[in-house]
C-alpha cells in the first residue's frame, strides 16, 4: 500500500507536511461502497483555509487541510457505476448525499446528510463534518457517482489542468457570486476583494457579459492582477469613498451589481484600512448598489470567530446597516457555492477556451512539501492561487 502525506494545521499561523493514513473506502466501522480513493493531481490553497490558520475559527490541531481537489481515480466501491479506474475527475468541494431534499433541490451547499453538526459539509474544514482533507498524495471521496465532475478526456484534461483544477471552488464560487448578484451583459459591476476568489468572480463578470468590472481591494500587486484581464480598480486605502471612486469610473457613484470576495476578515477603508472593521463591504456594497439591485455574498462569514478583537463579531453579529438595504429593496444571496449546479458548463468554457480562467487567478504550482511557504506567501497578500502538485504530474502536462 502506497504512504500518504497531508499538510496539517497545527494551530494558529503554523501549517506542515505530516504521514497520514492511507485512505480507506469506509465510513467509519462500514465499508463506503459508494466511494472512490484519488491520487491527487491537483489541490489548491484556499483562502477559507486561510481563516483556519490565523486561528479565526475554531479549527482543531491536527486538521488535515484542503477541500479543492482534482485527482485520478485509483480505487473505487462496489456501488461505483460512472466511474472507472484511470478517470480524472473534479471534486466539488461541497460534499452531498444526492438523496436528502436539499440535494433534489439542488442545494449541495447544504446536504442534510454528510454532517451530524449542521446541514453542509466539505473537505478538510472546521464543522464540516470532519471529512479528511486533500491537500496530500491521495483522498476517499464518497458518494462519487453524484459528486465528481468526470473529464470527457484524460489528455485534454491534463493539457488544461492549471483551469480546470478551478473547478473545485473558487472558479464556480466566483461564478455564483456574479450570477446570485444578478450580471448579465451590459452590468456595471463592483467585485470587493482582488484575491483569487474576486480575481474568479471578475473574470466570470465578463463571461457573463458585464460592461464594466471593478475590483476593489489594497494590495497593489493584487489590483495590478485585475487590471491584468480588463478590469478597472479602486485602491480602498483611498481617502475618497468607494462611490466616489466609481463615479471617476463611470460617471455615477453606483453600480448595477455587487459581489462580496472577502468575507468577514474586512478590514476598514482609507485611512481605517490598519483596522478590522466586519460588516465594511456589506455595509459599503448596499451603499454602492443601485436601488432594486442585488449582493452576491460568496465571501465567507462565520458563526463562532474567537481571533477577533470585537465581542459581536466573536459570534457572528456584525452591525450591517440591514435598514438601508431594505430601502434600496436589495435583494442578499449568502453561503456555499453550489458547485454542482455550475461546474459541468464552466468546464466546457475552459475546454471550448471561452475564458483563461488560470492565467486570471495567477496560478502558481508548488510541490506539497512547499505547502507551508505557500501559506505565508498568500497570507502576505500575494495574488497568486497557489496549486499544490504533489506527485509532479502537473508540471510534467506543462
Not at 13 to 35: F, M, N, W
Not at 171 to 192: D, E, I, Q, R
Request: with cysteine; net charge neutral.
Amino acid at each position: 500500500m502506497a504512504s500518504n502525506r497531508g499538510v496539517a494545521y497545527m494551530g494558529p499561523g503554523k501549517v506542515q507536511v505530516t504521514s497520514i493514513d492511507y485512505p480507506k473506502l469506509a465510513l467509519g466501522d462500514r465499508k463506503c461502497e459508494h466511494g472512490v480513493i484519488l491520487k491527487v493531481v491537483a489541490t489548491n490553497i484556499c483562502g477559507s483555509d486561510q481563516h483556519m490558520v490565523r486561528g479565526r475559527t475554531t479549527a482543531p490541531s491536527g486538521l488535515i487541510l484542503g477541500h479543492e481537489i482534482t485527482g485520478e481515480v485509483i480505487e473505487k466501491g462496489r456501488d461505483v457505476e460512472f466511474l472507472n479506474v484511470g478517470d480524472i475527475v473534479s471534486a466539488p468541494f461541497n460534499i452531498a448525499c444526492g438523496r436528502c431534499r436539499n440535494c433534489k433541490e439542488g442545494k449541495t451547499g447544504i446536504c442534510l446528510n454528510v454532517n451530524p453538526a449542521r446541514p453542509g459539509a466539505a473537505y478538510g474544514y472546521v464543522d464540516m463534518g470532519g471529512w479528511v482533507g486533500g491537500q496530500a498524495d491521495y483522498v476517499m471521496c464518497p458518494y462519487a457517482d453524484f459528486n465528481l465532475l468526470k473529464f470527457p478526456d484524460n489528455a485534454q484534461a491534463m493539457a488544461k489542468i492549471r483551469d480546470l483544477t478551478l473547478l473545485s471552488d473558487i472558479f464556480p464560487t466566483g461564478y455564483h457570486g456574479a450570477v446570485s448578484a444578478g450580471v448579465g451583459p451590459g452590468s456595471v459591476v463592483y467585485v470587493a476583494g482582488a484575491g483569487p476568489v474576486g480575481l474568479a468572480c471578475a473574470a466570470s463578470c465578463h463571461l457573463l457579459g458585464a460592461a464594466i468590472v471593478i475590483v476593489g481591494d489594497m494590495i497593489p500587486e493584487r489590483l495590478a492582477q485585475a487590471k491584468s484581464f480588463g478590469c478597472e480598480v479602486v485602491d480602498l486605502r483611498d481617502k475618497a469613498s468607494l462611490g466616489e471612486r466609481i463615479a471617476q469610473i463611470t460617471g455615477t457613484p453606483e453600480v448595477d451589481c455587487g459581489v462580496d470576495c472577502v468575507g468577514f476578515e474586512a478590514r476598514g477603508h482609507g485611512d481605517k484600512a490598519a483596522d478590522e472593521h466586519p460588516a465594511t463591504v456589506l455595509n459599503s456594497l448596499m451603499t454602492v448598489t443601485r436601488a432594486g439591485g442585488a449582493l452576491g455574498i460568496p465571501g465567507l462569514y462565520v458563526t463562532d470567530d474567537p481571533g477577533s478583537k470585537d465581542e459581536n463579531a466573536k459570534s457572528g453579529v456584525l452591525g450591517i446597516r440591514i435598514g438601508l438595504g431594505w430601502a434600496k429593496s436589495h435583494q442578499f444571496t449568502t453561503g456555499q457555492c453550489p458547485v454542482m449546479k455550475y461546474n459541468q458548463k464552466l468546464m466546457m468554457a475552459i475546454l471550448r477556451d471561452k475564458i483563461q480562467i488560470a492565467k486570471a487567478v495567477n496560478v502558481t504550482l508548488i510541490s506539497l512539501d512547499q505547502a507551508p511557504q505557500g501559506y505565508m506567501d498568500f497570507d502576505k497578500g500575494a495574488a497568486r492561487k497557489f496549486v499544490i502538485d504533489p506527485h509532479g504530474s502537473v508540471g510534467k502536462a506543462a
